[in-house]
């Protein structure tokens, strides 16, 4: 909520007049997300994790037949077309769970599935774990790594925690999470030199961190299946 001050129609306040009242404004929560916009898994056709796309790109690929939904349910998975999807959503759309999302279209109502797999395409993950500013962050738990404190994505920035200026590489090993305030105090001196220190190593993750933060939202729990175990990129979105 802003608080806004009513104007003053003389410029100074003359003396002995009340102060001028606050004028509470109401500010609107933003709008949820759209169903359109969630995540879903995409296996290739030998059942291996290999992207991560939205839900209507999810759509485009089951309503082309270049995609099957795979729904996992009570230590089982059955396989689903477009048409067989639309018909089990419809049986159960009186039952919706609030981990669900559902889209609706003019005649019916459909609900976005959390896996994929593509009938045709066969080509093996890349074995390679992708550093960028979202994994680092992710594996540092959106903690700067000098004071400790967890902020907000926008208020965190990468640091080298042996400059570049001073050789210092781009890798998993030298990179770590930092506020805004201690990437500023740091600045150009490595962590002995401004008397600062990491609350932990900075390493190469074992498992992708993208997919681990992924796993922990209930929405994504059926991912598990495939998911566990794997390091690799698989286009994880935020």
């Given at each position: 909520?802003?608080?806004v001050?009513?104007?003053?129609?003389?410029?100074?306040?003359?003396?002995?007049?009340?102060?001028?009242?606050?004028?509470?404004?109401?500010?609107?929560?933003?709008?949820?997300?759209?169903?359109?916009?969630?995540?879903?898994?995409?296996?290739?056709r030998?059942?291996?994790?290999v992207?991560?796309?939205?839900?209507?790109?999810?759509f485009?690929?089951?309503?082309?037949?270049?995609?099957?939904?795979?729904?996992?349910?009570?230590?089982?998975?059955?396989?689903?077309?477009?048409d067989?999807?639309?018909?089990?959503?419809?049986?159960?759309?009186?039952?919706?769970?609030?981990h669900?999302?559902?889209?609706?279209?003019?005649?019916?109502?459909?609900?976005?599935?959390?896996?994929?797999?593509?009938?045709?395409?066969?080509?093996?993950?890349?074995?390679?774990?992708?550093?960028?500013?979202?994994?680092?962050?992710?594996?540092?738990?959106?903690?700067?790594?000098y004071?400790?404190?967890?902020?907000?994505?926008?208020?965190?920035s990468?640091?080298?925690v042996?400059?570049?200026?001073?050789?210092?590489?781009?890798?998993?090993?030298?990179?770590?999470?930092?506020?805004?305030?201690?990437?500023?105090?740091?600045?150009?001196?490595?962590?002995?030199?401004a008397?600062?220190?990491?609350?932990?190593r900075?390493?190469?993750?074992?498992?992708?961190?993208?997919?681990?933060?992924?796993?922990n939202?209930?929405k994504?729990?059926?991912?598990?299946?495939?998911?566990?175990?794997?390091?690799?990129?698989?286009?994880?979105?935020?």
């Amino acid at each position: 909520m802003h608080a806004v001050q009513s104007p003053s129609h003389h410029g100074k306040k003359a003396a002995g007049t009340k102060r001028p009242a606050l004028v509470v404004e109401a500010v609107a929560p933003p709008p949820p997300p759209s169903p359109l916009a969630a995540s879903v898994l995409v296996l290739n056709r030998l059942y291996l994790a290999v992207h991560i796309v939205g839900a209507r790109r999810a759509f485009a690929l089951l309503c082309r037949e270049l995609a099957e939904v795979i729904h996992f349910q009570e230590g089982t998975f059955a396989n689903y077309t477009f048409d067989t999807w639309r018909e089990a959503s419809q049986s159960s759309a009186a039952f919706k769970q609030p981990h669900e999302d559902w889209v609706r279209s003019v005649n019916f109502e459909i609900r976005v599935p959390r896996v994929i797999r593509l009938l045709t395409y066969d080509r093996l993950p890349r074995q390679h774990l992708h550093m960028n500013r979202r994994s680092v962050m992710a594996r540092d738990g959106h903690q700067c790594q000098y004071c400790g404190r967890h902020f907000p994505i926008h208020q965190l920035s990468l640091d080298h925690v042996l400059p570049r200026s001073r050789g210092g590489t781009t890798t998993w090993e030298n990179v770590v999470c930092a506020c805004l305030a201690c990437n500023v105090k740091k600045g150009g001196r490595t962590p002995h030199e401004a008397k600062m220190k990491l609350i932990r190593r900075p390493a190469k993750p074992q498992r992708n961190p993208l997919i681990l933060t992924k796993l922990n939202n209930p929405k994504d729990e059926c991912w598990r299946t495939w998911l566990d175990g794997v390091y690799w990129d698989v286009g994880a979105r935020d």
